[in-house]
C-alpha cells in the first residue's frame, strides 16, 4: 500500500505540474494537503494554492507535517511575508519537524514571526520552557488572533494533558517571569 500511495501521489504531481494555470486552480479543492503544498513551490500558481491552503485551514486546522515543513523551510527566507500567512491555521507539529523548527527558533538571521512560531509549535507539544519564553511573550500582541489566543493559553494554562502535563510560566521561576 505505501509504494502504491507513493506512485500514485507521484502520478497527480506530474499531472498537476504538466496542467495550465487556469486548469490547476479549478483543481486545487480536490487535492490532498501533501500536494498543494509542492504546489506552493511553483510560482506560477502559488497565490492560488497560498489561498487554498488558507481556505481550508480557516474550516479545520492544517497539520505542520514532513511535507508542509520542507516547503515552508525553502520559502522561508525569500517569501516569508507569504509564508507568516499560513502560521495562524498550521498546528499540531508532527514528530518528524521538530528538528527543523529548534533551528527556526535558534536561527539568528530568520524573521521573529518564523522563530515565535516555531516556539509556539514546539511549546503546544511539549510544553513550555525557559528558552522558548522569549519567543512566546511577543506573540501575546501579535496581529493574527489565532496566534495570540495560542500563546495565550501555552502561557497562562497549564495543559490539561495529564500524560504530558506543562507548567505555568511562573514556576519556571522569578528570572524567567520577569522577562
Do not use: M
Request: charge should be negative; aromatic fraction near 6%.
Amino acid at each position: 500500500p505505501v509504494v502504491l500511495t507513493a506512485l500514485a501521489n507521484d502520478g497527480k504531481k506530474r499531472l498537476v505540474t504538466n496542467l495550465k494555470e487556469s486548469q490547476v486552480t479549478t483543481i486545487l479543492p480536490s487535492l490532498d494537503e501533501d500536494l498543494l503544498w509542492c504546489l506552493l513551490l511553483q510560482t506560477s500558481c502559488s497565490e492560488d494554492v497560498l489561498n487554498e491552503l488558507k481556505e481550508r485551514g480557516s474550516r479545520t486546522e492544517l497539520t505542520f507535517s514532513r511535507t508542509a515543513a520542507v516547503v515552508l523551510d525553502s520559502l522561508v527566507e525569500e517569501r516569508v511575508d507569504e509564508v507568516c500567512t499560513l502560521f495562524p491555521f498550521l498546528s499540531q507539529a508532527v514528530q518528524e519537524t521538530f528538528p527543523l523548527l529548534h533551528s527556526w527558533v535558534y536561527s539568528e538571521g530568520l524573521d521573529a514571526r518564523v522563530r515565535q512560531f516555531a516556539a509556539l509549535l514546539i511549546a503546544e507539544r511539549r510544553g513550555i520552557n525557559t528558552s522558548l519564553v522569549p519567543h512566546l511573550v511577543p506573540l501575546l500582541e501579535s496581529k493574527e488572533d489565532l496566534l495570540r489566543f495560542r500563546a495565550s493559553v501555552i502561557i497562562h494554562h497549564p495543559c490539561l494533558n495529564t500524560e504530558n502535563p506543562t507548567k505555568f510560566l511562573t514556576v519556571l521561576g522569578p528570572k524567567v517571569y520577569r522577562q
